[in-house]
């Protein structure tokens, strides 16, 4: 008798406690679309007579589709970069560069990094770039070996 109790007990507990999420959980709330309303979308106007380059500039400055939603977080983290590393053998150096988005990047000497900076050599120590016709070494601090895999 003693454990059909205990089992009652337990079936009223958890309808009590179905019941008390059932009550006290919040509805969900629909998404709300954020448009912007002080540009409407007309259709655009051509001059009569135009000619079909400044019809296509006329076309190229409306704004047909609404206006172009703002760069998100993700973008911004996609763009930002640093090295993270040099892997390889001697012969066969690269740099390691990380993205903000977590994404990695394997470049090798003659390569250019993503801001458009060539690289001239990997050493064990650091990357040299060349800027301006110059080479200038980016040092790895804590690197003091390349890793090899």
């Known amino acids: 008798m003693n454990l059909r109790g205990f089992a009652m007990r337990a079936i009223w507990a958890l309808l009590a406690l179905a019941v008390s999420m059932v009550v006290l959980v919040p509805a ?3 998404p709300q679309i954020n448009r912007p309303t002080e540009e ?3 259709p655009p106007r051509f001059a009569a007579g135009a000619t079909a380059a400044a019809d296509l500039a006329e076309l190229a400055r409306t704004n047909l589709w609404g206006i172009a939603p703002s760069e998100t977080p993700a973008d911004v983290r996609s763009r930002q970069w640093r ?3 040099i892997t390889g053998p001697a012969s066969g150096r690269q740099v390691i560069v990380i993205f903000g988005d977590e994404r990695l990047v394997y470049l ?3 390569e250019m990094f993503p801001d458009g900076t060539l690289i001239g050599e990997i050493r064990d ?3 040299c770039v060349i800027i301006d016709g110059k080479k200038r070494l980016l040092p790895m601090p804590g690197q003091t070996i390349p890793m090899t895999w």
Do not use: I
């Open 40 to 42: 409407k979308w007309s």
């Open 125 to 127: 120590n650091g990357v």
């Open 83 to 85: 090295l993270a590393g």
């Open 28 to 30: 969900p709330v629909p």
């Open 108 to 110: 090798k000497t003659g």
